[in-house]
C-alpha cells in the first residue's frame, strides 16, 4: 500500500513538473511572449554607433492604442540645433497624442566642446561632420532598430522630416536607404549637390517637401549654400527643389509635369503657397511638393532662426501639413 501511494505520489510531482516546464506558443515559436515598452512621455535615450555615444529623445503617446504597433515619425534639427529645441519648438507630440504615433528627436554629434561638430553629415562634404566622417545614416537606422527593441513599432511605418541642414539629411536618408522609411518629408532643403548622382531612392515611398520661394539660406533653385552668410555656415552646393523632388518623383513612376495649385491665403502677410501635386504615381505612393513664394528660411508658421532668413509666412502650417499627409486621421 505503502509502495503503491508513493508510485502515484511520484507520478503527480512528474506530471505536475511537465505541466510548469512546458513552454508557451510564443517561447515554442522562438517569439518573446511581450516586448518591454516605455510608458507615455518623454524618454532620454542613448546607443553607441561607431563608438560614439549617440542620444535621442522618444515620445510615447499619452493614449497608445491597444492591440498593434504604432507608426513612428523622426524629427532632425537643422545646424546648431538639438532634438529637444525641434520638440518643443514645432508640435508634433500633440499630434502624436491625438493620432497615436510615437515621435523620435535624434541629436547630431557634438564633440564635447566644439559646437562646430553639431551638424549632421548630410553630404555636402564641407562640414566638420563629414571631415570626421560621422556616419549619421547608420546612426539614425540603427535608432530605429533601438526604438523597435523598446516599444511595439510598426516598421512598415516609419517617416522622416527634418529642417535646413535636418532637411539635406532627410534627402541624404532617403537617398541611400532601402525600405527603411515609408515616406520623408524635407523642410527648407535640398539634395546636396555632391550625392545628387549616386542619389537612388527606391519605390514605394511617400514623398513632401516644403521650400521657401525667396530662402536666401538654400536656393530654390540650387547653388550655393549661405551664399551671403559671412558666419555661420559651412556653405558648400545643393541642386534645385525642382532636381530634388524629380528623382523621388521618378523612382514612384510619377509624372515630372505636376498639377500647380495657389492655395487660398489665410493672411495677408505678403506670402503665398503653391502645392504641387505630381499625378501617376505607382504602389499607392504620394509626391507633393509646397513653395511658399516669397518665403524664407523657416519652418511655417514660425520665424526663421537666422536675422537674414528672410520673410515668415502665416499661410501654411508645416507640421499639421506633414502628418495629415503621412498619418491623417
Known amino acids: 500500500m505503502k509502495k503503491n501511494l508513493s508510485l502515484m505520489l511520484l507520478v503527480i510531482f512528474f506530471l505536475t513538473s511537465c505541466s510548469v516546464a512546458k513552454p508557451s506558443p510564443a517561447a515554442e515559436s522562438g517569439k518573446s511572449s511581450s516586448l518591454p515598452s516605455l510608458g507615455a512621455g518623454n524618454h532620454t535615450l542613448t546607443l553607441a554607433v561607431d563608438g560614439l555615444q549617440r542620444e535621442y529623445i522618444l515620445h510615447v503617446p499619452s493614449a497608445v492604442r491597444q492591440g498593434g504597433p504604432l507608426p513612428l515619425l523622426i524629427v532632425l534639427h537643422g545646424s546648431y540645433g538639438t532634438g529637444r529645441e525641434m520638440q518643443v519648438g514645432l508640435g508634433f507630440d500633440a499630434l502624436a497624442n491625438q493620432r497615436g504615433f510615437y515621435t523620435a528627436y535624434p541629436n547630431a554629434y557634438q564633440e564635447p566642446g566644439h559646437i562646430q561638430t553639431a551638424r549632421w553629415n548630410d553630404g555636402r562634404g564641407t562640414l566638420s561632420s563629414s571631415a570626421q566622417n560621422i556616419n549619421d545614416v547608420k546612426f539614425i537606422t540603427a535608432m530605429i532598430e533601438d526604438i523597435a527593441a523598446k516599444v511595439p513599432l510598426d516598421k512598415n511605418r516609419v517617416y522622416l522630416t527634418g529642417a535646413s541642414n535636418g532637411g539635406m539629411m532627410a534627402y541624404r536618408l532617403g537617398c ?154
Open 176 to 329: 541611400e536607404t532601402t525600405g527603411v522609411f515609408a515616406g520623408i518629408a524635407p523642410v527648407i532643403g535640398n539634395i546636396p549637390e555632391p550625392i545628387f548622382s549616386t542619389c537612388n531612392p527606391t519605390a514605394p515611398i511617400d514623398f513632401l517637401s516644403i521650400n521657401g520661394g525667396s530662402d536666401p539660406i538654400i536656393p530654390l533653385d540650387g547653388g550655393t549654400v549661405c551664399q551671403n552668410v559671412r558666419f555661420g555656415c559651412e556653405g558648400g552646393s545643393v541642386v534645385s527643389r525642382e532636381e530634388s523632388v524629380n528623382r523621388f518623383a521618378a523612382a514612384d513612376g510619377c509624372s515630372l509635369q505636376p498639377s500647380p495649385e495657389i492655395l487660398p491665403p489665410t493672411v495677408n502677410d505678403g506670402t503665398w503657397v503653391e502645392k504641387l501635386t505630381y499625378a501617376g504615381c505607382q504602389n499607392g505612393t504620394s509626391v507633393v511638393s509646397y513653395i511658399v513664394q516669397q518665403g524664407g528660411h523657416a519652418w511655417p508658421p514660425r520665424k526663421p532662426q537666422v536675422r537674414s532668413g528672410g520673410a515668415q509666412t502665416g499661410n501654411l502650417d508645416a507640421t499639421k501639413v506633414i502628418v495629415d499627409f503621412f498619418l491623417p486621421n
